[in-house]
């Protein structure tokens, strides 16, 4: 017999011993529930509830073959998965299968109710505080795997002082710490990693299923492990439901009933397959057989013996390369899936967002939680400042407590562009990796507080077009190289952000842009409404003297008919001046005034305009002061005359004979102020406060009842503020008025 042949057969018999383990599985399946129920009919509040919850979410463990894993294809297969199958048929239950990379994924997301159902488990104790369990329809012994050298057999005893991998969260786990709670276990994330470090040396043994171990070991390929003994622990695996959904427990017992044996058998040979095994020789016979050959070909034996060690060593070397290359590569495919996943549910949050407030939030917890890290901040443009970043008290945080040192220092930081990592993304628009906060000279946080708490970071912008409005900051408490995958696909995140910012500031436009064309409408009325009442007195005065001298020409006195026609020609000043003045406004409203400031002396244009009124101020007995000295203002000469002309007009309008105006100036703050100050009758603080608003420029009848065009202080307001300056007033009623205007002063 060949030596290829006797080592092939050598393998097999050491496979064979995990057989009986199976048949027993086989033996065991069927009679763990029992032959179907004649009475499992639904309930009608059954059936009800099924109607409610006509889907049940269903995170089955993702590596445990052959009882329930995903195929290349994501597909969930095996055992479990036949007998959901089932399941849905016979009660009319929908499952969403949902995939998680490990069992500890789906343990933890059970915990917080968002999966509804197992379908292979074991109950535990600790599993019995927030799930309920079925009768177990699958059954399978716990054995010692080692490697094919270990030649004795071993007892859960034996194990002590060994290195032993064990799948860390299945029930076996537990059981065996609280039984043996001083042994040490090397938890492995599933199966087949423990399987590979007995294989390559790296564990002394583990403890697993014998069918999952016999499955995973047919797969991989691995043929130096053999069974060397059982725990006394067999696995019972069942299905599981939430304990405050009672009535899916009594509906999955009930359609697990209506599985018949004939259905059961049927998936435990799919999947559970036996051949026969070739025939094993006794020992006494081996050892003549190599005996025999051990005289006749020793030389050739051992020349065989070194190159196949030699080539042992090398195909073991390649299968470990392989091993790794595949790990990798399997890590590297489920990365890229979570990745994707990441991806997906932050544009499916960005597009429901309402605020940027609300979709940085969302996104600070999807990317803290897929990447792991426990700390995430968002800062943001002042509003005040349009190129500096200020913290936004959005936060994610793992444990607030933690990390406080480091949230009262980022609360207090604030940042302009090339300055600390939110800073640099703002200068660049990329994102930006730190490795390590505490080394790096440009993360001034750092120097705030003895241990912030934390060590890697990165960062991400928030762009709205060219522009960053916020960046996204996250932090490890470790040092971590960068993940430059990751930060390429954050990059379309950030303009996602964007975009629900220029939502966000486009409603908040939207909305100004309606108040002011509301307040416009309201103020074009008011306008209107001035006008109508400020045209009809001049006109009506116009047409009913006209009206007067035209019937009766011949029957008026000289003396009467002089007071007419001064009378005619009062009104007719005033209609002229109120169109003047509106002409003016709406010129000043549609930007149609030339604007052209030069140096002008102050002195002149104040005389001048004292000089026009001056007739006006004798005849009413009023005294005009003028205290300006010789001051030069930067000013468009029409603009800076209109003022000073309307204000002095107001003044001696509403100032009784015998009283004073009084008009100065001085330097202030780099500008000319300007004060026209009366000693006239005043107004109320209500009138006020709006003199200079356009729904009330309905003007007031002065001390002698002169008219006004209800105008002149708009212009005054429009024509003063072109020049960057302002104009306010003070008044007491009974005590006069006093109004003040800044122009620029002008600088040689």
Known sequence: MPVETRIARTMMLRIRGFFPFILLLLGLAPSAVGSAATDAALTQEERDWIAKHPIVRLMPDPLFPPFEYFDEDGTYRGIGAEYVALLEKKVGIRFEVIWVKDWQESVARTKRRENDAWSVVASTPQRAEYMLFTKPYIESPAVIVVRSDVKRRLTVDDLKGMKVTISSGYA???????????????????????????????????????????????????????????????????????????????????????????????????????????????????????????????????????????????????????????????????????????????????????????????????????????????????????????PSGIWHLADGKEFSAFRMATEKTSFEAGIGLPGRVMASGEPAWIVDVTKDSNFPRAKLADDIGVKAGFALPVLSGLKVVAVLEFFSPDAVEPDQTLLDSLVQVGTQLGRVYERERAEKDLRASQAALETLNQQKNKLFSILAHDLRSPFNALLGLSELLALGRDTYSRAELVKYSKSINDSGHRLFQLLENLLEWSRSQMDQITFEPEPQELDALVGQSLSLLSGVAEEKNVRLVNEVPKLTVQADRHMADTVIRNLLTNAIKFTEEMGSITISAQRKNGSIETTVADTGIGMAPDRLASIFLIGSTQSSRGTRGEAGTGLGLLLCKDFVERHGGTIDAESKLGEGSIFRFTLPIHRD
């Open 172 to 390: 076996v786990h537990d059981t065996l710490k609280r039984r043996y709670p001083d042994m040490a276990f090397d938890p492995v994330p599933d199966p087949l990693t423990g399987l590979k470090k007995v294989s390559f040396g790296m564990a002394d043994a583990m403890v697993v299923n014998v069918a999952l171990a016999s499955h995973l070991m047919e797969k991989a390929a691995i043929s130096n492990l053999r069974m060397a003994g059982e725990v006394g622990y067999t696995y019972r695996w069942g299905f599981a439901s939430r304990d405050d959904w009672p009535q899916l427990y009594t509906i999955l017992e009930k359609g697990l009933a209506q599985i018949t044996p004939e259905e059961r058998q049927a998936i435990t040979r799919k999947w559970v397959a036996l051949k026969d095994q070739p025939w094993a020789p006794s020992r006494t016979f081996v050892l003549l057989v190599l005996g025999v050959l051990a005289v006749l070909v020793i030389g050739t034996v051992l020349a065989w013996n070194r190159s196949l060690k030699r080539r042992i060593n090398m195909r073991t070397w390649e299968l470990a390369a392989e091993l790794a290359e595949r790990e990798r590569a399997e890590v590297a495919l489920r990365k890229r899936a979570e990745l994707i996943q990441l991806l997906r549910r932050m544009a499916n949050d960005a597009n429901k967002a309402t605020t940027l407030e609300d979709a940085a939030r969302d996104a600070l917890a999807n990317v803290c939680t897929y990447n792991e890290w426990p700390v995430g901040h968002a800062y943001v443009l002042s509003a005040g400042r349009p190129h500096l970043l200020v």
